[in-house]
T-cell receptor, first 116, second 115 residues
Framework: GAVVSQHPSRVICKSGTSVKIECRSL??????MFWYRQFPKKSLMLMAT?????????EQGVEKDKFLINHASLTLSTLTVTSAHPEDSSFYIC????????????FGPGTRLTVL | AQSVAQPEDQVNVAEGNPLTVKCTYS??????LFWYVQYPNRGLQFLLK??????LVKGSYGFEAEFNKSQTSFHLKKPSALVSDSALYFC?????????????FGTGTRLQVTL
């Protein structure tokens, strides 16, 4: 399967700071990037979808000014959690995809964010 | 709107016994169905998918799943469970819209395989 990396794998920050999470598809070019959030013992919640070079489309209830997504190239996307609060603590997972709907998505290893 | 249901929060199986993890789905058109596995503090790993063709799909690590259109189900199975299969399993569905639309995930089923 495709190789997807996320950096950092784990981050602890103080409340009010911003955190940037990078997602890279190492061996294929992703025209679409999905960002998910996973709460403990819960399913994945899609936060937003972005296409390379376009603005991200956010799911209902997700604050676009708080979760900034940049999909600058076909191999790199970033999620910035701005002014983080303890309730933003979660496991964030990226998923680059190609346009064909029958292709499986591949997922990054995830980033564990803890906001103190 | 598409949806997925995994009715069991947890499935317990003894090693060597067959296992089944249940999944039912709802879409308005043709479904693309997927199973993923997640190990602790890791991202999701693809196991198998049903797009079209044979209803029985074989995937990684000896897993298989059976697509049943009349029952709108896509249960995950393995003939002989291993302790290393213990993980969180997610069923997912995507509607055939011709483009890479979003996956909808079930709530996950934790599989516990014991000696």
């Amino acid at each position: 399967g495709a190789v997807v990396s996320q950096h950092p794998s784990r981050v602890i920050c103080k409340s009010g700071t911003s955190v940037k999470i990078e997602c890279r598809s190492l061996d294929f070019q992703a025209t679409t990037m999905f960002w998910y959030r996973q709460f403990p013992k819960k399913s994945l919640m899609l936060m937003a979808t972005s296409n390379e070079g376009s603005k991200a489309t956010y799911e209902q209830g997700v604050e676009k000014d708080k979760f900034l997504i940049n999909h600058a190239s076909l191999t790199l996307s970033t999620l910035t959690v701005t002014s983080a609060h303890p309730e933003d603590s979660s496991f964030y997972i990226c998923s680059p995809a190609v346009r064909l709907a029958d292709n499986e998505q591949f997922f990054g290893p995830g980033t564990r964010l803890t906001v103190l | 709107a598409q949806s997925v249901a995994q009715p069991e929060d947890q499935v317990n199986v003894a090693e060597g016994n067959p296992l089944t993890v249940k999944c039912t789905y709802s879409v308005s058109g043709n479904p693309y169905l997927f199973w993923y596995v997640q190990y602790p503090n890791r991202g999701l790993q693809f196991l198998l998918k049903y797009i079209t063709g044979d209803n029985l799909v074989k995937g990684s690590y000896g897993f298989e799943a059976e697509f049943n259109k009349s029952q709108t189900s896509f249960h995950l199975k393995k003939p002989s469970a291993l302790v290393s299969d213990s993980a969180l399993y997610f069923c997912a569905v995507r509607e055939d819209t011709g483009t890479a639309s979003k996956l909808t995930f079930g709530t996950g089923t934790r599989l516990q395989v014991t000696l």
